[in-house]
């Protein structure tokens, strides 16, 4: 690696988070406003897909080549089984990340939380994004925030750093959810760093996303009482809830143990 590569490496957290911002604001554009449509929804979705292939050519083809240590985490798709079980657990992830930031932040706040109510007119709005949240946005974010940021990076402390380092970039474009999504983000870059794949991460953000779409569901259909409040973002599930994504973890392991 010649000294300009290093010199770009150290900036490649900043570079990749800028990235990512840039690419997801120009997603987003087709549905600003307060009433997106479907055609909104369907112009984002061809524009995220557009992104996905321009940032899967980066981090496969480019940066490689820039970056001798990114060949150490390979694109490679794992089995259905693996995806299926980590889609499994993510539910109870997303349970564990909202209580882990009501227990933080109740010690420095005093939460007013209020029962969670669902309209169907905002659960059909939450359902036509749920495509993009569930499908593609988690790909997109992955690849920008993890695959892109940390991969140029060899050693295991450098990676953890840089893990850390863009939680809180994530966390901050969330801006209102920044708990919640700093450590979503820490978690989903120790899984990377970890598996050495970027579809591992892929798949929990995605089963978090799919989980909260289905909690919308579950509210809207009043099958339990969930409590929220709104800064910063965090919703309590019922002990339903909590029950269902442990027996779903514990399926979800067992497949992963079978498949390992």
Same mark, same amino acid.
């Given at each position: 690696?010649?000294? &300009? =590569?290093?010199?770009?490496?150290?900036?490649?957290?900043?570079l990749s988070a800028a990235y990512g911002v840039a690419v997801i604001y120009v997603t987003a554009m087709p549905v600003a406003?307060?009433?997106? !449509?479907?055609?909104?929804?369907?112009?984002?979705?061809?524009? &995220?897909?557009?992104?996905?292939?321009? !940032?899967?050519?980066?981090?496969?083809?480019?940066?490689?080549?820039?970056?001798?240590?990114?060949?150490?985490?390979?694109?490679?798709?794992?089995?259905?089984?693996?995806? =299926?079980?980590?889609? +499994?657990? /993510?539910?109870?992830?997303? $349970? =564990?990340? #909202?209580?882990?930031?009501?227990?933080?932040?109740?010690?420095?706040?005093? @939460?007013?939380?209020?029962?969670? &109510?669902?309209? !169907?007119?905002?659960? %059909?709005?939450?359902?036509?994004?749920?495509?993009? *949240?569930?499908?593609?946005?988690?790909?997109? #974010? #992955?690849?920008?925030? %993890?695959?892109? *940021?940390?991969?140029?990076?060899? %050693?295991?402390?450098?990676?953890?750093?840089?893990?850390?380092?863009? /939680?809180?970039?994530?966390?901050?474009?969330?801006? %209102?959810?920044?708990?919640?999504?700093?450590?979503? *983000? @820490?978690?989903?870059?120790?899984?990377? $760093?970890?598996?050495?794949?970027?579809?591992?991460?892929? /798949? +929990?953000?995605?089963?978090?996303?799919? &989980?909260?779409?289905?909690?919308?569901?579950?509210?809207?259909?009043? @099958?339990?009482?969930?409590?929220? !409040?709104?800064?910063? $973002?965090?919703?309590?599930?019922?002990?339903? $809830?909590?029950?269902?994504?442990? +027996? @779903?973890?514990?399926?979800?392991?067992?497949?992963?143990?079978k498949k390992r």
């Open positions: 690696m010649n000294k &300009t =590569a290093r010199h770009i490496k150290l900036l490649m957290p900043i406003g307060d009433n997106p !449509t479907v055609v909104g929804e369907v112009m984002t979705w061809l524009i &995220t897909l557009a992104g996905i292939a321009l !940032t899967l050519f980066l981090v496969h083809r480019v940066e490689p080549r820039v970056f001798p240590s990114a060949r150490q985490f390979p694109l490679k798709l794992p089995k259905v089984s693996i995806i =299926a079980g980590l889609l +499994l657990i /993510a539910p109870l992830w997303l $349970v =564990a990340d #909202e209580y882990i930031v009501y227990g933080i932040t109740s010690l420095v706040h005093n @939460l007013q939380m209020k029962p969670l &109510t669902y309209t !169907t007119a905002e659960l %059909r709005e939450d359902l036509l994004s749920s495509v993009h *949240a569930v499908l593609l946005a988690p790909v997109l #974010e #992955e690849l920008c925030f %993890r695959q892109m *940021a940390i991969s140029p990076f060899g %050693r295991r402390g450098s990676q953890i750093a840089v893990v850390v380092v863009m /939680a809180i970039l994530f966390g901050m474009l969330h801006v %209102r959810n920044f708990p919640g999504a700093f450590i979503s *983000a @820490l978690f989903y870059g120790l899984v990377f $760093v970890w598996s050495r794949n970027v579809w591992y991460s892929v /798949a +929990l953000h995605a089963g978090c996303n799919l &989980t909260a779409t289905l909690l919308a569901v579950y509210c809207w259909l009043q @099958l339990g009482e969930m409590q929220m !409040t709104s800064t910063p $973002v965090i919703i309590l599930p019922d002990l339903k $809830v909590i029950v269902a994504s442990l +027996l @779903l973890a514990i399926a979800g392991g067992l497949l992963l143990k």
